[in-house]
């Protein structure tokens, strides 16, 4: 059964980069079939895609948000990261990972970590 | 782009049924979209995927309660003989070829 559990500072000041890991076990990252992807929830919101990487670490990102963003894959310790560049309050938030299949026909979730972003 | 439309919510009592409706904007009637619940305070689940004849493919553990349905632009989620912990948002998502978006979310009261 994979498990996704995202890390990383729940505090975050202004025009600073926010880095969050996602940390996958039971299952591979570096096999097809799944897209590795990060959406955020901003308080007492929906949810909204932030991006979503392919294995072969090809990458595809929100066109409305910081066009900075960048999705990368660490095969090596089995993760995926999200770097959100100059970020501002408007990017508090909680921040969730996910493995997507291909089909979209089955998505895990991680559980989510609360990001905030405040001097 | 595609957009998608959900009720912001909806309320049954329990016990009962409820269906929900996802729209999908105009020219995208053929897209599948998958359904996620989430209950107060944690992250979401995957329910199901539904396709535009109808056909859905469901998550883990997803009980039996759960199906979905499809009609012209609309996709369905029906959840029978409701239960307390059915008390939760549910968000429709969908894809294209190089995004994804999610429906703003229904909240679901059971009475």
């Known amino acids: 059964q994979v498990q996704l559990q995202e890390s990383g500072p729940g505090l975050v000041k202004p025009s600073q980069t926010l880095s969050l890991t996602c940390a996958v076990s039971g299952g591979s990252i570096s096999s097809g079939g799944y897209y590795w992807t990060w959406v955020r929830q901003h308080p007492g919101k929906g949810l909204e895609w932030i991006g979503s990487i392919f294995y072969t670490g090809f990458a595809y990102y929100n066109p409305s948000l910081n066009s900075g963003l960048t999705i990368s894959l660490d095969t090596s310790k089995s993760q995926f990261a999200l770097s959100l560049p100059s970020v501002t309050a408007a990017d508090t938030a909680v921040y969730f990972c996910?493995?997507?299949?291909?089909?979209?026909?089955?998505?895990?979730w991680g559980q989510g970590t609360l990001v905030i972003v405040s001097s | 782009q595609v957009a998608l439309t959900q009720s912001p919510s909806a309320s049954a009592s329990l016990g009962a049924s409820v269906k929900l409706t996802c729209t999908l904007s105009s020219g995208h009637s053929s897209n599948a979209i998958g359904w996620h619940q989430q209950r107060p305070d944690k992250g979401p689940r995957f329910l199901m995927k539904?396709?535009?004849?109808?056909?859905?493919t469901k998550g883990d553990g997803i009980p039996d309660r759960f199906s979905g349905s499809s009609s012209g632009a609309e996709r369905y989620l029906t959840i029978s003989s409701l239960q307390s912990e059915d008390e939760a948002d549910y968000y429709c998502?969908?894809?294209?070829?190089?995004?994804?978006?999610f429906g703003g979310g229904t909240k679901l009261t059971v009475l």
């Open positions: 996910a493995r997507v299949a291909l089909d979209n026909a089955r998505w895990n």
């Open positions: 998502q969908t894809w294209g070829s190089d995004f994804w978006v």
């Open positions: 539904v396709d535009s004849d109808g056909s859905h």
